[in-house]
């Protein structure tokens, strides 16, 4: 089978288990939003800067593997055009469901990042796209295609894995690894993501993801790092994630 098809069946299970991501929102969350009163995360513990945004009214935006209904449904409360594609099922119904249930309008597309992405160029404004190119193992594809996709002047929101977990073992206590972690040419990797079932990730460099970016044409106007929000390495203050936004120029 193939691994994003393991991945997608994977996060279908962890939501069916409770998965802190994939939690839809409450009526009462969206009922905020509509108040202006929301924030949301690329990375696990710092929101992302109002200021990253602008005006969401009436802009085109696409969630990239950021379904679960937790997104979405507050940039549709801000009076944004929603689109959301996801390769997990159950990600997808959720964001069905707060939709059906709040009465907003959103496209959902269930579709492999990996694969050149379904829509016209210059379909969108922004793209929001947290954390999740660490279950993909080429990514600089992923950033030619959210290039194409941008109109002139789009924004690329990200949150990214500086690949530093895939260092220690799952206590964050002892260095196990070498990088790059990569399941698919290293049995020993494959095994302990298959122990722990974290379905197949793959670290990733900055020159991969900020060069990836630039690569792809866009130029990076901010970032920030933030860390795991638990365990050792968080209590070391140790940033193992970052987040990026990028314009595709005028």
Request: with cysteine.
């Amino acid at each position: 089978m193939d691994y994003q098809e393991i991945n997608a069946q994977t996060i279908d299970r962890w939501v069916e288990e409770g998965w802190e991501w994939g939690k839809p929102i409450s009526r009462e969350e969206y009922a905020k939003a509509k108040r202006g009163d929301w924030s949301v995360f690329l990375t696990p513990t710092k929101p992302v800067p109002r200021a990253w945004f602008g005006e969401l009214a009436g802009k085109r935006l696409l969630g990239l593997a950021s379904g679960g209904g937790q997104q979405m449904p507050l940039f549709a409360a801000a009076g944004a055009d929603v689109t959301v594609l996801d390769y997990s099922k159950k990600q997808l119904e959720s964001e069905r469901m707060v939709a059906e249930r709040e009465g907003y309008a959103i496209r959902i597309i269930r579709a492999d990042m990996t694969k050149p992405l379904p829509f016209e160029d210059a379909s969108f404004d922004l793209i929001f796209h947290p954390v999740s190119n660490c279950y993909v193992r080429e990514v600089r594809p992923i950033f030619c295609e959210c290039f194409r996709v941008l109109k002139p002047g789009g924004v690329l929101l990200g949150g990214y894995d500086n690949g530093i977990n895939y260092l220690f073992d799952e206590a964050e206590e002892r260095l196990i690894n070498r990088l790059p972690f990569d399941p698919l040419s290293d049995p020993e990797q494959r095994k302990q993501l298959e122990d722990a079932d974290c379905g197949f990730q793959f670290s990733h460099t900055l020159e991969e993801q900020l060069g990836g970016q630039l690569e792809a044409g866009f130029s990076i106007t901010d970032l920030y790092e933030d860390y795991n929000g638990e365990g050792r390495l968080n209590e070391l203050r140790v940033p193992s994630f970052f987040a990026a936004r990028a314009v595709k120029p005028l």
